[in-house]
């Protein structure tokens, strides 16, 4: 019998012998694997206390609960309110827990009471249907790799080291030219009539890689990309346990440098924001997934989708992972799968190493920062003193 669960603050009792889960065990980069759960979708009941008034994991916390409650399961939650729907208090106010709930389980959850006694909100809900489709198995993957047929040397040998990894149910999809392929387990799938004008449409190529897709793990990559032979074992570790993952990716030459893998996004509008590379240690709500590397259940891909207008260069990845938050879904960082890139489009300098950042990288990126700023204005106002295109044309 499984045993249930106390997500609790430090100053909490528990009963003796429970499962004791803290808000430090929902860090980004700590997987559902490693809570001590033998089983997904088997505990009967989870109880909180004086966590979800403070976490900033409450959307890893409650996807956690919906991977380890079963159909059926109850949650009960002791939440001290502080403010019912605004915030700038002391603790997240009810409507904002009640809101993730929402998002994270969707229909799948009703609520089962509600009391407000003393400033203490109890509340029991209780989890309708199962988050994974009867296919989801750690066993089961589908590759799907995006080429403009001009890397076929590239795709053969993504292709053998898939194939090395021995999975016991796997498929290979190819969108775009790829002639002259080493095997007979790829599927190619013609891009021609995506084009419609001189844009790359890498949203439709993998939105028809997804739709062809049999296998709820899927991986996304393009042509690029190509793994570390211990990808495959150290991914199966986590058990098919994950909604979206960025794991590390390093420059295919050295292997040292980080190529775009744990990254957040800059401001849409205010363009002196800046964005980057994060270290792995951090997490911000603009974060975003390399385009080049999707690894995500199919049935979250579906519900979301890339949108089919937005092409290569048009942020598609970070109008797609903005959508994702904001749908409830949880993007995690698994550090154990390392990629490689072949991309020259390496940032060897601030934040471009594993490790995380010094004092004097921090100097050097503010001395960089500096000198970039002020070449970039004498360019700039440079460009504005030059006449103008239209200049001595009729208007």
Same mark, same amino acid.
């Given at each position: 019998?499984?045993?249930? &669960? *106390? ?116 509340? &029991? ?5 199962? *988050? ?5 198995? &750690? ?143 951090? *997490? ?98 440079? *460009? ?12």
């Amino acid at each position: 019998m499984v045993k249930d &669960v *106390f997500i609790i603050a430090e100053e909490v009792r528990a009963p003796h012998g429970a499962i004791i889960l803290r808000d430090s065990d929902f860090h980004h980069d700590i997987q559902f694997a490693h809570l001590g759960i033998a089983k997904r979708e088997t505990v009967a009941k989870v109880f909180s206390k004086g966590v979800l008034e403070r976490t900033f994991n409450i959307r890893r916390i409650l996807r956690s609960i919906d991977y380890m409650l079963r159909s059926g399961g109850r949650i009960e939650i002791e939440f001290y309110r502080d403010r019912f729907d605004s915030g700038g208090g002391h603790l997240r106010p009810l409507s904002y827990l009640m809101y993730e709930i929402s998002l994270v389980f969707q229909s799948r959850i009703s609520l089962v009471s509600k009391t407000f006694n003393n400033g203490v909100d109890s509340i &029991v809900l209780e989890k309708k249907s199962s *988050f994974f489709p009867l296919n989801d198995s &750690v066993d089961s993957w589908s590759f799907g790799l995006v080429s403009n047929g001009e890397s076929i040397q590239k795709l053969n040998t993504i292709i053998r080291q898939i194939e090395a990894f021995n999975i016991p149910k796997y498929e290979i999809l190819i969108c775009g030219p790829s002639e002259k392929l080493s095997s007979l387990r790829v599927k190619v799938l013609d891009d021609k009539d995506l084009y419609s004008d001189a844009r790359i449409p890498i949203s439709r190529k993998k939105n028809r890689i997804v739709d062809a897709a049999k296998y709820n793990n899927l991986l996304l990559i393009h042509d690029r990309i190509s793994f570390d032979n211990n990808w495959y074992n150290e991914i199966s570790k986590l058990d098919s346990n994950f909604d979206v993952l960025c794991m590390p990716i390093l420059d295919d030459e050295r292997r040292v440098y980080r190529v775009n893998d744990w990254i957040k996004a800059g401001d849409l509008y205010d363009y002196t924001v800046e964005g980057g590379l994060m270290d792995y240690s951090d *997490f911000s709500t603009d974060l975003y997934l390399n385009g080049g590397v999707i690894c995500i259940k199919r049935h979250i891909y579906l519900d979301i989708r890339i949108r089919p207008f937005l092409n290569w260069g048009e942020m598609e990845d970070v109008d797609f992972s903005r959508r994702l938050m904001m749908s409830g879904y949880d993007i995690g960082f698994y550090k154990n799968s390392i990629l490689y890139s072949s991309t020259n489009r390496i940032k060897p300098s601030v934040g471009g190493r594993m490790f995380p950042y010094t004092i004097v990288d921090k100097m050097l990126k503010r001395y960089r920062r500096i000198k970039a700023k002020y070449l970039f204005n004498k360019a700039f106002n440079e *460009f504005l003193l030059k006449d103008p295109f239209w200049n001595g044309r009729d208007r």
